[in-house]
Nanobody, 120 residues
């Protein structure tokens, strides 16, 4: 069994920063692809940023320059640094990963989400 656990969400004023973390645990052989999505109230879930096994990063165009994705492979952890936050960034942020699990194979997994609220 594998698990993704997000943390770091909270309430922040416009212009502030937050760093989200997602830790992958379980019988993981490798993390093939991991990233962040978000879902605002009444809206569809949207891709925020991803990072591949080889370390190639991708940030959704309209978030580039404010959001950065990074990882610590030794800790099976991915981070999302969010700067100059805006009220429109308010959403539940989800971690998503494609994992190679020992004895199972490739597994797609979602975290439970962490709330980010940007408000004055």
């Amino acid at each position: 069994q594998v698990q993704l656990v997000e943390s770091g969400g909270g309430s922040v004023q416009p212009g502030g920063s937050l760093r989200l973390s997602c830790v992958a645990s379980g019988n993981i052989f490798s993390i093939n692809h991991i990233g962040w999505y978000r879902q605002a109230p009444g809206k569809q879930r949207e891709l925020v940023a991803t990072i591949t096994h080889g370390g190639i990063t991708n940030v959704t165009a309209h978030l580039k320059g404010r959001f950065t994705i990074s990882r610590d492979t030794r800790k099976n952890t991915v981070y999302l640094q969010m700067n100059r936050l805006k009220p429109d960034d308010t959403a539940v942020y989800y971690c998503n990963a494609d994992l190679s699990v020992i004895g199972v194979g490739d597994v797609a997994s979602w975290g439970q989400g962490t709330q980010v609220t940007v408000s004055s």
